[in-house]
């Protein structure tokens, strides 16, 4: 069980989910696991978030919104605490 998780809700966010993601991952803190809500998106956010691997575990859903994505997100994680995330967060790595 991952101590922290981002969770990231995501529809259409293609442009910007990539650089999101690689910024989660690049911390220096490794006890996380990031879970990708794809709320449902008609764009190529789904593969772009399946793309990255370990960490980030992916979900899909019809599309229902932002507090029901995130609230799924919360529910899919059983870590200790939990970070809300955004397509455009982006968080400079440790050095």
């Known amino acids: 069980m ?19 993601l690689e910024s989660a991952v ?13 709320d449902g998106s008609s764009d190529a956010t789904g ?3 399946e793309s990255i691997g370990h960490p ?4 899909h859903q ?3 919104g932002m507090s029901v994505s995130r609230n799924l997100g919360i529910a899919s994680s059983d870590s200790e605490y939990i970070a809300l995330g955004q397509r455009r967060c982006l968080a400079p790595a440790e050095n």
């Open 2 to 20: 991952p101590r922290v998780t981002i969770v990231v809700p995501a529809y259409n966010a293609a442009r910007f989910l990539k650089s999101t």
């Open 26 to 38: 690049a911390q220096t803190f490794r006890d996380i696991e990031v879970i990708v809500v794809n």
């Open 47 to 49: 593969a772009i978030a």
């Open 56 to 59: 980030v575990r992916v979900l």
């Open 62 to 64: 019809q599309n229902a």
